[in-house]
T-cell receptor, first 110, second 110 residues
Framework: GENVEQHPSTLSVQEGDSAVIKCTYS??????FPWYKQELGKRPQLIID???NVGEKKDQRIAVTLNKTAKHFSLHITETQPEDSAVYFC?????????WGAGTKLIIKP | DAEITQSPRHKITETGRQVTLACHQT?????MFWYRQDLGHGLRLIHY???????NKGEVSDGYSVSRSNTEDLPLTLESAASSQTSVYFC?????????FGPGTRLTVL
């Protein structure tokens, strides 16, 4: 079946540094790529998304890039802060359905 | 305010029992989804619905069923609970691509 691979599974960065999480999808018909943040014991919440007709999108300290040819998209977080510590999930979808990556635990070291 | 709720938030049951998890949304969204979340697997789709009387199987539907008799509710039933169904269950709804998640139900099958 279709799948989404996400790397790394754990990422530890110094506060103030940048973090990059990468995902690869298999379904070439996917046209929607969201990123969700899940804090411990909480529900996943959308932080940024991108559609297949756009290559890059930025919202303050977070940005997402999409390479449709390589079927690859990435989340970039700059100037990381303690509140960025969480698990981040990527997903790829079409027709309102999403296939999810396994998640990346982001640890911000003080 | 519109919201999505799940009940119960925690449930302990025994192997072989039938269990129903409730999901209720007040956004009037047509699309509703049930996921299970296990460490290392991200979110896996169990069942989904695009409207009243519409239900579809997801990637891990065996042992689960849903029904959609109105727009607001999509209850998830475990016909005969198994220890492998111990997990955190999330309901989500959408009227487009962005999915909004409920707070989750932690189910333990002993």
């Amino acid at each position: 079946g279709e799948n989404v691979e996400q790397h790394p599974s754990t990422l530890s960065v110094q506060e103030g540094d940048s973090a990059v999480i990468k995902c690869t999808y298999s379904d070439s018909a996917s046209n929607y790529f969201p990123w969700y943040k899940q804090e411990l014991g909480k529900r996943p919440q959308l932080i940024i998304d991108i559609r297949s007709n756009v290559g890059e999108k930025k919202d303050q300290r977070i940005a997402v890039t999409l390479n449709k040819t390589a079927k690859h998209f990435s989340l970039h977080i700059t100037e990381t802060q303690p509140e960025d510590s969480a698990v981040y999930f990527c997903a790829a979808g079409r027709n309102y359905q999403l296939i999810w990556g396994a998640g990346t635990k982001l640890i911000i070291k003080p | 305010d519109a919201e999505i709720t799940q009940s119960p938030r925690h449930k302990i049951t025994e192997t072989g029992r039938q269990v129903t998890l409730a999901c209720h949304q007040t956004w009037n969204h047509n699309n509703m989804f049930w996921y299970r979340q296990d460490l290392g697997h991200g979110l896996r789709l169990i069942h989904y619905s695009y409207g009243v009387q519409d239900t579809n199987k997801g990637e891990v539907s065996d042992g689960y069923s849903v029904s959609r008799s109105n727009t607001e509710d999509l209850p998830l039933t475990l016909e005969s609970a198994a220890s492998s169904q111990t997990s955190v269950y999330f309901c989500a709804s959408s009227d487009g691509n962005e999915q909004f998640f409920g707070p989750g139900t932690r189910l333990t099958v002993l």
